[in-house]
């Protein structure tokens, strides 16, 4: 899906905002829309896309179906997975349906000739991993995982300047996504039920572990449930720490907490700390700051939150993904359009999903898991 005239822009920021290049609209890549709750984000997301356009949405309700075509004029919406998968104006599948329903239609929009873009956890089941990628391969498609925090301003700070050695070599990495979730049961009930936190919540500070640690040889995990979980019939651990070693023997953790009364003026949702040879760095969200000390010993502290502020919230509700998703989705597209590689893919989300499995693995064992 290569594009004579684009150029990718890569990492810079262009005015408010980072930019990953920009199409006339009628040649941007159409994305489809599949589960309008979350999904709905996305729609609004994409206004804001240099790459992509909303062409399709697809969700069983129907008021859900009206609401997107509000967000969306023209939008094409229906009930019928099959019907949006047929159209010749989708080329991405955006996914943000309950998880267990992930892994078939991801398989059936690879058959469609349909690229994808997935929301967290990419799938909570391993042993489909070995179809998927036979499924990728056949029909030549790519995946990206909706891992939204990396794509957070924040985070990407800290990704640039990490990769140009600011911070020399990770030797530990510590992170964490805390958040009183009441809310989130009362939205998807099947959540109680049908997965596990270690492969919700705690997908966003696994993810950044593996991002900096690599391959990981070994995890230990402790948990618990809540009393807000208990109140809710949760019977997994909704509280979770997770320690990792690497193979070439980093140290990293991933913590949530997930019925906690939170302390927002004092910690973040979600940090990300940096511990390096040369430097620290730490990144939060939702605020759009990045904290960090490099080899000179000064210390500096970015705030976003001007400049990005109505890019990433839109409006005074602060964490609503907006700019994440729609870095996320342009990144993606931007790969598609060069030919260039995306992050994180296919073989990132599911070696992410195997590192979660580990984790509740090690949960119900009492014992160190080795991978």
Not at 113 to 127: A, E, F, Q, R, W
Not at 281 to 307: I, K
Request: a negative charge; aromatic letters at 10%; proline letters at 4%.
């Amino acid at each position: 899906m290569s594009h004579p005239d684009y150029l990718p822009t890569g990492r810079p920021v262009v005015g408010k905002r980072r930019s990953w290049g920009l199409l006339p609209e009628a040649e941007r890549l159409g994305v489809g829309v599949v589960g309008l709750h979350e999904g709905h984000t996305m729609l609004v997301a994409l206004r804001a896309s240099g790459l992509c356009r909303a062409v399709a949405g697809c969700d069983l309700d129907e008021a859900k179906r009206a609401d997107a075509v509000n967000a969306t004029p023209g939008l094409w919406v229906n009930a019928d997975y099959e019907r949006l998968l047929e159209r010749d104006d989708v080329d991405i599948v955006a996914i943000y349906t309950p998880d267990a329903l992930h892994a078939g239609q991801i398989e059936a929009a690879f058959k469609a000739g349909k690229h994808v873009l997935c929301t967290k956890p990419l799938v909570n089941d391993v042993s489909v991993a070995e179809r998927l990628t036979a499924a990728a391969k056949e029909h030549g498609k790519r995946l990206q995982v909706g891992q939204s925090t990396r794509f957070y301003e924040p985070f990407l700070q800290q990704r640039d300047l990490y990769e140009e050695g600011l911070f020399g070599e990770v030797e530990c990495f510590d992170a964490h996504y805390n958040h009183r979730m009441d809310w989130y049961y009362e939205k998807s009930p099947w959540t109680v039920t049908e997965t596990h936190w270690a492969y919700l919540g705690l997908s966003h500070p696994v993810d950044l572990v593996r991002w900096y640690l690599g391959d990981l040889s070994s995890v230990q995990a402790v948990g618990s449930i809540s009393q807000l979980g208990l109140r809710y019939g949760c019977t997994k651990p909704d509280v979770i720490a997770a320690q990792f070693v690497s193979k070439e023997g980093k140290i990293g953790r991933a913590f949530g907490h997930y019925g906690f009364t939170e302390l927002s003026k004092g910690r973040a949702l979600i940090e990300g700390l940096l511990m390096g040879t040369k430097g620290t760095s730490l990144a939060r969200y939702p605020e759009l700051r990045h904290t960090y000390v490099s080899s000179d010993g000064v210390e500096h502290d970015d705030d976003f939150d001007h400049a990005f502020g109505g890019y990433h919230y839109r409006h005074e509700l602060k964490g609503m993904h907006y700019g994440e998703f729609c870095n996320c989705i342009d990144s993606f597209a931007a790969a598609l359009l060069s030919g260039g590689h995306n992050s994180p893919d296919l073989v990132e989300g599911l070696e992410t999903v195997r590192v979660m499995n580990a984790v509740v693995r090690s949960l119900e064992t009492g014992q160190t898991v080795h991978l």
